[in-house]
């Protein structure tokens, strides 16, 4: 059974930062790339940035470009998602998902939720001003 397990969330000030982390099982990580989606209350998920399979590449939204970085760590199958510089604007639940090979090389698949063959549960960020 394919897990995929946020943790890190929380609550921190404007400015600050947190690290959220995505902990795979069941699943080979190392045929996965690995993204982070969030979403607010009553919108769609929407994208914030992908991990390649093995790291080598990274993509990110517009929104968290050069505030968030991704990595991941092929030996514990987990994928971490730093973001520095906070704004009550990224108050979300954050999600993790799994893709399968590398279709997310379209930047128009990267950004469909639909795609992504397994989900996390979430952890809520919250920012406060």
């Known amino acids: 059974q394919v897990q995929l397990v946020e943790a890190g969330g929380g609550w921190v000030q404007a400015g600050g930062g947190l690290r959220l982390s995505c902990a795979a099982s069941g699943l080979n990580f190392n045929r996965y790339a690995m993204a982070w989606f969030r979403q607010f209350p009553g919108k769609e998920r929407e994208f914030v940035g992908l991990?390649?399979?093995?790291?080598?590449?990274?993509f990110y939204a517009n929104s968290v470009k050069g505030r968030f970085t991704l990595s991941r760590d092929n030996t514990v199958n987990i994928v971490y998602l730093q973001m520095n510089s906070l704004t009550p604007e990224d108050t979300a639940v954050y999600y993790c998902?799994?893709?399968?090979?590398?279709?997310?090389?379209?930047?128009?698949?990267?950004?469909?939720?639909?795609?992504?063959?397994?989900w996390g549960r979430g952890t809520q960020v919250t920012v406060s001003s």
């Open positions: 998902a799994a893709d399968e090979g590398t279709d997310y090389l379209s930047l128009r698949n990267r950004y469909n939720k639909d795609r992504y063959d397994y």
């Open positions: 991990i390649s399979q093995r790291g080598g590449s990274t």
